[in-house]
């Protein structure tokens, strides 16, 4: 069974700019959630998508955006970029139930220059 | 809200000894989930183990085992006979058990080293 796919891995963006990252999650799983992972603030809790809608979503400005597809492919869109937003975005998967257990991509480490 | 507190940014110990990871948490909530998740070099974060906050038993995964005490709110990791592919980052993180709040809390993260 394919993992968590990313894309892209690695991308390069300018102030002011805005960026779409993609996340198609394993086959089955229904919840999509994105994280923001720096050296300074750590894992950060961005939002989280089930059935196209989103559940959950944590302190982030509404710069950061998102949405999910009837497939379960998610995407999150950074505006009007800042040099604080370089980070690794991690998304992950999770099937409908109550364990808790998350399913990580590798990632799409974004620099803003 | 909950908090997930990580004391020891980096360890090191040599191959084959045992190292014991820390974690404490704060939470007002009776019934939850813990995890404890590696995130190796450039590579995806995975899943090293679960316990349910409602089960008194200790979780155990082959060499990996961790210490529960829920009335302190200490959930420590323990490695047994340490392999160079341990290096990682590990992460213990908290989760309520409550579906459709998919949400972890992580804690800052311990970078271990596993000297050959």
């Known amino acids: 069974k394919a993992g968590v796919t990313q894309t892209p891995r690695y991308l390069i963006k300018t102030r002011g700019q805005q960026v779409t990252l993609s996340c198609s999650p394993i086959?089955?799983?229904?919840?999509v959630s994105w994280y923001q992972q720096t050296p300074g603030q750590g894992l950060q809790f961005l939002f989280e998508?089930?059935?196209?809608?989103?559940?959950n979503k944590g302190n982030f400005p509404g710069r950061f955006s998102g949405r999910q597809f009837s497939n379960s492919r998610s995407e999150m869109n950074v505006s009007t970029l800042e040099l604080g937003d370089s980070a690794l975005y991690l998304c992950?998967?999770?099937?409908?139930?109550?364990?808790?257990?998350?399913?990580f991509g590798e990632g799409s480490r974004l620099t803003v220059l | 809200a909950q908090t997930v507190t990580q004391s020891q940014p980096e360890m090191s110990v040599q191959e084959a000894e045992t190292v014991t990871l820390s974690c404490t948490y704060d939470?007002?909530?009776?019934?939850?989930?813990l995890f404890w998740y590696k995130q190796p070099p450039s590579r995806q974060m995975i899943l090293v183990i679960r316990?349910?906050?409602?089960?008194?038993q200790n979780a155990t995964e082959n060499r990996f085992s961790v210490n529960f005490q829920k009335a302190a709110k200490s959930f420590s990791l323990k490695i047994s006979d340490s392999q160079l592919g341990d290096t990682a980052m590990y992460f213990c993180?908290?989760?309520?058990?409550?579906?459709?709040?998919?949400?972890?809390?992580f804690g800052t993260g311990t970078r271990l080293t596993i000297i050959p």
């Open positions: 992950a998967s999770s099937l409908p139930d109550t364990t808790g257990e998350l399913f």
């Open positions: 086959s089955g799983h229904r919840s």
């Open positions: 998508y089930f059935s196209e809608t989103q559940r």
């Open positions: 939470t007002s909530e009776s019934n939850y989930y």
């Open positions: 316990q349910e906050a409602y089960k008194q």
């Open positions: 993180a908290f989760n309520m058990n409550n579906f459709g709040n998919e949400k972890l809390t």
